[in-house]
């Protein structure tokens, strides 16, 4: 039935796609088809509860993120300019994306080798010139950027995946949605990040089917890797 399938793309018009081929074969709206971010914010909210005790959360965009980074960075007497703003900003996105999130860090700790790894290969597209101090108050600043976000009920995009994997640690949760899904379909498969694996791999009973090209890896910036699948 198409209520128990979770079919997913990464890009709205693909996603439209597969939703308009399975109602013309069934004359029903599958509820689990469309990108990443669109079925695990559909997820969330059907569990806000669970994370958010006002039961209510705002996504918020760019411009959003660029203020409250420049504010943060103002605070601890770091230059809020073009340069630092960006880097803070890429390196939190990376953190989400490979699914370490800024409550599991402690202000003194090394990052392990595997991690610094991902982050040497993720900053290396592009060589911008920033103050030395956004790198090492990072987790510091990552912290503040979370509390505030948490504080006034917010997410950004990287946050509808790792809440998503943070929820599904809730085994309950986990085995209720698990146990809906008879068969979970990843379109570009060639394009999931950590993050992305660790929900699947919650989710998936031997009944994944992953499709991909490795060939056509477009999002290594963001964490992706052929290794991943």
Same mark, same amino acid.
């Given at each position: 039935?198409?209520?128990?399938?979770?079919?997913?793309?990464?890009?709205?018009?693909?996603?439209?796609?597969?939703?308009?081929?399975i109602?013309?074969?069934?004359?029903?709206?599958?509820?689990?088809?469309?990108t990443?971010?669109?079925?695990?914010?559909?997820?969330?909210?059907?569990?806000?509860?669970?994370?958010?005790?006002s039961?209510?959360?705002?996504?918020?965009?760019?411009?959003?993120?660029?203020?409250?980074?420049?504010?943060i &960075?103002?605070?601890?007497?770091?230059t809020?300019?073009?340069?630092?703003?960006?880097?803070?900003?890429?390196?939190?996105?990376?953190?989400?994306?490979?699914?370490?999130?800024?409550?599991?860090?402690?202000?003194?700790?090394? &990052?392990?080798?595997?991690?610094?790894?991902?982050?040497?290969?993720?900053?290396?597209?592009?060589?911008?010139?920033?103050?030395?101090?956004?790198?090492?108050k990072? =987790?510091?600043?990552?912290?503040?950027?979370?509390?505030?976000?948490?504080?006034?009920?917010?997410?950004d995009?990287?946050?509808?995946?790792l809440?998503?994997?943070?929820?599904?640690?809730?085994?309950? =949760?986990?085995?209720?949605?698990?146990?809906?899904?008879?068969?979970?379909?990843?379109?570009?498969?060639?394009? &999931?990040?950590?993050?992305?694996?660790?929900i699947?791999?919650? &989710?998936?009973?031997?009944?994944?089917?992953? =499709?991909?090209?490795?060939?056509?890896?477009?999002?290594?910036?963001?964490?992706?890797?052929?290794?991943?699948?």
């Amino acid at each position: 039935r198409p209520q128990e399938i979770l079919m997913t793309t990464f890009t709205n018009k693909a996603a439209k796609d597969m939703l308009f081929k399975i109602m013309e074969r069934t004359n029903q709206i599958p509820p689990y088809v469309g990108t990443m971010h669109s079925l695990f914010l559909k997820i969330l909210r059907e569990n806000v509860n669970l994370l958010f005790p006002s039961k209510r959360f705002t996504i918020i965009d760019d411009p959003d993120k660029k203020k409250i980074v420049k504010n943060i &960075l103002l605070g601890k007497q770091i230059t809020a300019n073009a340069n630092n703003t960006k880097y803070l900003l890429g390196r939190i996105s990376k953190f989400k994306n490979f699914g370490i999130a800024s409550e599991t860090l402690r202000q003194s700790q090394e &990052l392990n080798l595997e991690e610094e790894k991902y982050l040497e290969m993720i900053l290396e597209d592009e060589i911008i010139i920033i103050d030395s101090s956004v790198k090492e108050k990072f =987790i510091s600043l990552y912290q503040s950027y979370q509390d505030i976000l948490k504080t006034n009920n917010l997410v950004d995009l990287d946050d509808l995946l790792l809440l998503t994997h943070k929820l599904f640690e809730n085994e309950a =949760i986990r085995k209720r949605y698990s146990n809906n899904f008879k068969a979970i379909m990843v379109d570009e498969a060639q394009d &999931l990040n950590v993050v992305q694996m660790k929900i699947l791999n919650q &989710l998936g009973r031997e009944n994944i089917c992953l =499709i991909g090209d490795d060939c056509q890896n477009i999002y290594t910036w963001r964490g992706s890797s052929n290794d991943l699948v």
